[in-house]
């Protein structure tokens, strides 16, 4: 084991944050933890702490790029040089665009794609003097494919999907050390479907299938190790994004017709509840990791543990043609 990595997590306050701060804590590390909520950051804290790693509480809006800013300093006052950034942050609302309004579309742009890119540039202001550093951008099979009553989100999540794009040729053509890589998730069991703002006549819900957010964990540590170009999580993922590559007008007429009841499930949404839009409802309250499915949500995703595991398995069934080879050959 080298030294303790320096990590930056934000939206670390629940959800997938959540997950993967216990799973860098496992290995020692010495995390930043950035949310709003800070009952959910406290929580975050209590657990890197049980796991074996070292915490910092760091209570701020991603869209505030200066705020964002003064944190990643914090970080390196307190923990030294940052090893690895995952960008994370995120809201939304559950709406038909034409009951959306002007400041909901640029909320949820502020935090789910401008956060990333103020968390990029902060990370980018102290990796790329040292030429090393890796940031982990958590996309969405939504940065493909775009569906129904979640158009802020999804656009947010298209604009990321380009920006990373962006920094990745200009890192390859400046010759840095510095890595970018972007994860594209599946549905996932996290609290944002009971915090975000909805308009829907029933509750929200992930599209299953539903993973569990320590899978997503998993593919994010995996990534900070191993920063490949882009990782798909889950074949809900895969099919998505390669559906959409293939059949775009098909998608379009089968998520008009599914896409509106396949993210509501039973019961009734208070529309009065609180929401996370402007104003943590982690604050006084820690929600944890996980959301309201656990009796849905995978566990293990198949897919993820092959593509995470190919060079062994491509190296098996070389082996294993090596070995058959000979036989065959005799055949003939």
Not at 149 to 176: M, N, P, T
Request: aromatic fraction near 8%; charge should be neutral.
């Amino acid at each position: 084991m080298g030294p303790a990595r320096v990590i930056v997590i934000t939206g670390a306050s629940a959800g997938v944050g959540r997950a993967v701060a216990k799973a860098f804590a496992r290995e020692g590390a010495r995390i930043g933890l950035i949310a709003r909520g800070r009952a959910g950051l406290e929580g975050a804290q209590r657990d890197v702490e049980a796991n074996g790693g070292e915490a910092l509480v760091l209570p701020l809006d991603v869209a505030d790029a200066a705020a964002l800013e003064r944190g990643a300093g914090e970080v390196e006052e307190n923990f030294g040089p940052i090893d690895v950034w995952v960008n994370n942050a995120m809201t939304s609302v559950f709406s038909p665009i034409k009951e959306m309004t002007p400041d909901e579309f640029k909320r949820v742009t502020e935090v789910t794609y401008l956060g990333y890119v103020y968390g990029t540039l902060a990370a980018l202001r102290r990796m790329l003097p040292r030429d090393r550093g890796v940031i982990i951008q958590v996309g969405s099979a939504l940065a493909y494919r775009g569906i129904p009553l979640q158009a802020a989100y999804c656009a947010a999540k298209h604009a990321v999907q380009g920006f990373v794009d962006s920094l990745r040729c200009e890192l390859i053509h400046d010759k840095s050390g510095v890595r970018v890589t972007i994860i594209e998730m599946p549905a996932l069991n996290t609290p944002q479907f009971s915090w975000v703002k909805s308009r829907l006549p029933r509750k929200a819900q992930p599209v299953p299938p539903i993973f569990q957010p320590e899978v997503a964990a998993e593919a994010i540590v995996y990534a900070s190790h191993y920063p490949r170009r882009e990782i798909y999580v889950g074949m809900p993922t895969v099919e998505a994004i390669i559906g959409n590559k293939m059949f775009p007008g098909l998608l379009d007429h089968y998520l008009a017709r599914t896409g509106y009841d396949s993210q509501q499930h039973d019961g009734a949404e208070d529309r009065h509840r609180p929401h996370n839009l402007w104003e943590p409802v982690d604050a006084n309250e820690d929600r944890g990791a996980h959301g309201d499915f656990d009796a849905r949500a995978h566990s293990v995703s198949p897919q993820l543990w092959t593509n995470t595991h190919r060079s062994w398995l491509l190296l098996g069934g070389l082996l294993v043609l090596g070995l058959i080879a000979p036989l065959l050959l005799k055949r003939d």
